[in-house]
């Protein structure tokens, strides 16, 4: 590791070589700056009125993508996720938002894919596409008559067609 006073801020990246202290400085803003927009929103979420039923989607990613290198969590402050996989972080995070949302009396269901392909997303929006339907009915909503339903389908059927 680099000795200065902008040592603990330079790392490595598992594809690549050492990065320059400047560009660690950059990444360290945009991860602390990408933290609080993610804490905002969720504050945002836990504080707003419970009008609205949040979906979380999972996938298998567990154990799946790059490795965390030592050096690079250290240098985010998380020395405990050195040798953790993207994946792992990302299912973490998964679980975490359904919890504290729930925890927080937020209408919360999580939708877990095995993965993600043609088949899986097709059955994810058949099922959204059912929901809505079936939602509409419940309110006294016919979705299949209204303007907005009406232009999209006129939209589509023009860019489908190529006019």
């Known amino acids: 590791m680099p000795t200065g006073s902008n040592a603990s801020r330079a790392g490595t990246c598992s594809s690549g070589p050492r990065v ?88 919360v269901r999580t939708i877990h894919l095995p993965k993600i392909d043609e088949q899986s997303l097709g059955e994810l929006l058949m099922h959204f596409m059912l929901e809505t339907i079936i939602a509409a009915h419940l309110m006294g909503v016919d979705p299949f008559d209204q303007p907005a339903v009406e232009e999209g389908k006129v939209l589509a059927k023009k860019y489908l067609v190529g006019s």
């Open 20 to 107: 320059s202290a400047r560009t660690a400085r950059a990444r360290h803003r945009w991860r602390r700056s990408a933290r609080s927009t993610s804490t905002a929103r969720c504050k945002l979420y836990i504080a707003g009125p419970r009008d609205k039923l949040f979906t979380v989607i999972t996938v298998d990613a567990a154990g799946q993508g790059p490795r965390i290198e030592a050096d690079l969590a250290t240098l985010c402050g998380e020395p405990d996720f050195a040798g953790k996989t993207i994946g792992d972080l990302a299912a973490a995070e998964g679980r975490a938002t359904a919890e504290t949302l729930a925890k927080n009396g937020c209408p």
